[in-house]
């Protein structure tokens, strides 16, 4: 019953809905009353030869009339209660959405899709079965099981309607024992599917992957495996609801035996009439349903409740990063980093220390290292997927980052991520992403610049080209550019490239970082790379190694220090001359080109 106060808020918002549907169900209740008394009446009339066509014709209208009135407020309690119960599916459903959209990357990174989707499905589903069928069962439980009681004892006889509830205990007991079993169990078979769920997720967005190592069998058992699990653990949970009826049934049998063996002893000794035992009976049988109905609703709140516990655990993780802001304004300016140290989450080893450098308004900065040097951290701090120890780590501006509103301060930056992610959409509602109702020729122009527009009118469709689940219809250089062109799209005061032209040819690179040059020059421009020559042309380059920086200048100025950032510069332009040269080669045909 501790999900009903957890759901509190939800029932006093609602509250008007609920009272009505319990209205309704009371007058249902009381519309049932009416047959057993009937049929009873009909039976000592018959029994007395006191029947008329008059007196029946009369009875008959009342059925009817009872019948009636039953169907209207049936339906009435149905659209009441269910339409409640809908609402709060709604309305959770929106609150996690909202929750995941506010959440950082790290509540991602420990979290997994299956799961996530499955508190969005199956859990709400339970919750929702708990607020609308859970109410009606126990509100339909107790309104008819006490009115039929009350009949009974005030209409027939007191004495045996306590003979007939003797066994009722043993299942209130019975049943509270199964509820509780059934809560343990439930919890486990959410999880469960919550890894099933997690696992067809992963194997269908993997899909490419696990054919080109031929991983499909062993993936295939893998899946088996979870879906066995699932199928157990629901089995069990099943073996337990199971129960309810068959204890339930077995009481009511039990009472109808005490009602009979007693009530015809009773009937003997002109205690009641025959006719009273028949209604008794009928009204006992009456009592099948509020019985079953209370199984059923400690079945419904159980699994309700280990639902609304997995979903409280979501809503009350709090978020990493710091939702407090100082000014609604937007940044402009200069950033400025000077980050003593930076950990990342839940890791030991330092992932940033000591780097300090400023990026002028209006300037392209380029940040180049070796794998794991930090350059995509640098990129993510500033975009505040994580919060650096010291407030005025990073200043954009006027302020530090963490003074601006989280909206406001990505509103300013085009991120274009390693990671790049298409929706299964067409290409131009890719593209205009951040604006569905920019006109075609700005996505052209954007599409320019990135190099891709030509690829794009090659497809049969054109832009119209839907490019599947991730944009799995694209090449790796086609998903670059086409990102790249949804980030120019925005016009962002701040552009970010975090190696994202590592799936073009040199030649196309050239293009691009040219059209952005001449296109973008009094905005800042932010390039992560591993090919030099992508940040050659920056007027200032960051060389970053062991999350520390070790030069920073112009690339004549690194040239002429002759480090790191000089001998990869001077490797990497021999190898794009060698590649250049055996290309023209096997083009003469001096040589096959498969030596």
């Known amino acids: 019953m501790n999900v009903y106060k957890k759901l509190s808020w939800f029932f006093k918002r609602e509250w008007k809905l609920y009272v009505g549907g319990v209205i309704a169900l009371v007058l249902v209740a009381l519309m049932e009353l009416i047959p057993p008394q009937i049929i009873g009446r009909v039976i000592d009339y018959i029994t007395e030869s006191t029947l008329t066509m008059n007196t029946l014709s009369i009875l008959l209208v009342i059925l009817i009339v009872a019948g009636l009135l039953t169907y209207i407020f049936r339906y009435f309690w149905r659209v009441f209660i269910f339409g409640a119960a809908y609402r709060l599916g709604k309305t959770l459903r929106e609150m996690l959405f909202k929750k995941y959209s506010d959440m950082s990357t790290l509540f991602f990174q420990k979290r997994r899709t299956g799961d996530l989707m499955a508190h969005a499905t199956n859990d709400i589903n339970a919750v929702q079965g708990t607020a609308g069928a859970g109410i009606l069962t126990i509100a339909d439980s107790l309104i008819t099981g006490g009115a039929v009681l009350v009949t009974m004892a005030l209409t027939v006889s007191p004495k045996l309607t306590l003979i007939a509830m003797i066994p009722l205990p043993i299942m209130v007991v019975l049943t509270s024992y199964y509820g509780r079993l059934l809560n343990k169990g439930f919890r486990k078979a959410q999880a469960a599917f919550s890894s099933l769920n997690d696992k067809t997720s992963e194997s269908i967005a993997g899909v490419k992957v696990i054919k080109t190592f031929g991983y499909e069998k062993a993936d295939e058992e893998d899946f088996v495996e979870l879906s066995e699990d699932v199928v157990d653990k629901n089995l069990k949970v099943s073996r337990i609801d199971a129960l309810f009826d068959p204890t339930i049934m077995a009481v009511i049998g039990v009472s109808y035996f005490l009602s009979i063996f007693y009530g015809a002893q009773m009937v003997v000794a002109d205690d009641i009439t025959l006719g009273q035992l028949v209604t008794f009976t009928t009204y006992l049988g009456m009592m099948v349903?509020?019985?079953?109905?209370?199984?059923?609703?400690?079945?419904?709140?159980?699994?309700?409740?280990?639902?609304?516990?997995?979903?409280e655990e979501i809503m009350n993780t709090k978020n990493n990063i710091g939702e407090d802001y100082l000014t609604e304004e937007r940044p402009r300016g200069d950033i400025k980093f000077d980050i003593k140290s930076f950990t990342?989450?839940?890791?030991?080893?330092?992932?940033?220390?000591?780097?300090?450098?400023?990026?002028?308004?209006?300037?392209?900065?380029?940040?180049?290292?070796?794998?794991?040097?930090?350059?995509?951290?640098?990129?993510?701090?500033?975009?505040?997927?994580?919060?650096?120890?010291?407030?005025?780590?990073?200043?954009?501006?006027?302020?530090?980052?963490?003074?601006?509103?989280?909206?406001?301060?990505?509103?300013?930056?085009?991120?274009?991520?390693?990671?790049?992610?298409?929706?299964?959409?067409?290409?131009?509602?890719?593209?205009?992403?951040?604006?569905?109702e920019v006109d075609d020729e700005v996505v052209f122009n954007a599409t320019r610049l990135a190099y891709v527009h030509?690829?794009?009118?090659?497809?049969?469709?054109?832009?119209?080209?839907?490019?599947?689940?991730?944009?799995?219809?694209?090449?790796?250089?086609?998903?670059?550019?086409?990102?790249?062109?949804?980030?120019?799209?925005?016009?962002?005061?701040?552009?970010?490239?975090?190696?994202?032209?590592?799936?073009?040819?040199?030649?196309?690179?050239?293009?691009?970082?040219?059209?952005?040059?001449?296109?973008?020059?009094?905005?800042?421009?932010?390039?992560?790379?591993?090919?030099?020559?992508?940040?050659?042309?920056?007027?200032?380059?960051?060389?970053?190694?062991?999350?520390?920086?070790?030069?920073?200048?112009?690339?004549?100025?690194?040239?002429?220090?002759?480090?790191w950032y000089h001998d990869t510069f001077k490797a990497q332009s021999l190898r794009s001359a060698l590649e250049s040269n055996l290309d023209e080669i096997v083009e003469r045909g001096d040589v096959d080109g498969t030596e």
């Open 289 to 311: 349903w509020p019985m079953l109905a209370l199984g059923w609703f400690f079945n419904l709140v159980q699994r309700g409740s280990a639902s609304y516990e997995r979903i």
């Open 344 to 436: 990342f989450p839940e890791e030991e080893e330092v992932g940033l220390r000591d780097v300090k450098f400023t990026i002028a308004e209006g300037t392209t900065v380029g940040i180049v290292g070796r794998t794991g040097s930090g350059k995509s951290a640098l990129v993510r701090l500033l975009l505040r997927e994580f919060d650096t120890l010291y407030a005025n780590d990073i200043v954009y501006g006027d302020y530090p980052i963490r003074d601006y509103r989280i909206d406001k301060l990505r509103e300013q930056f085009g991120y274009v991520p390693q990671d790049h992610f298409l929706f299964s959409t067409s290409i131009r509602d890719n593209i205009a992403f951040v604006n569905p």
């Open 454 to 563: 030509e690829d794009i009118e090659r497809f049969t469709e054109g832009y119209d080209t839907v490019v599947g689940e991730r944009g799995v219809s694209l090449s790796g250089g086609q998903k670059q550019r086409i990102s790249i062109a949804r980030a120019l799209v925005a016009d962002p005061e701040v552009l970010i490239l975090d190696d994202s032209l590592s799936a073009v040819d040199a030649e196309t690179e050239e293009a691009i970082l040219n059209n952005l040059k001449a296109t973008r020059e009094r905005k800042t421009n932010i390039i992560t790379a591993h090919r030099m020559s992508a940040v050659a042309h920056a007027d200032l380059i960051i060389v970053m190694e062991s999350g520390t920086v070790s030069e920073m200048g112009t690339h004549d100025e690194l040239m002429v220090s002759k480090g």
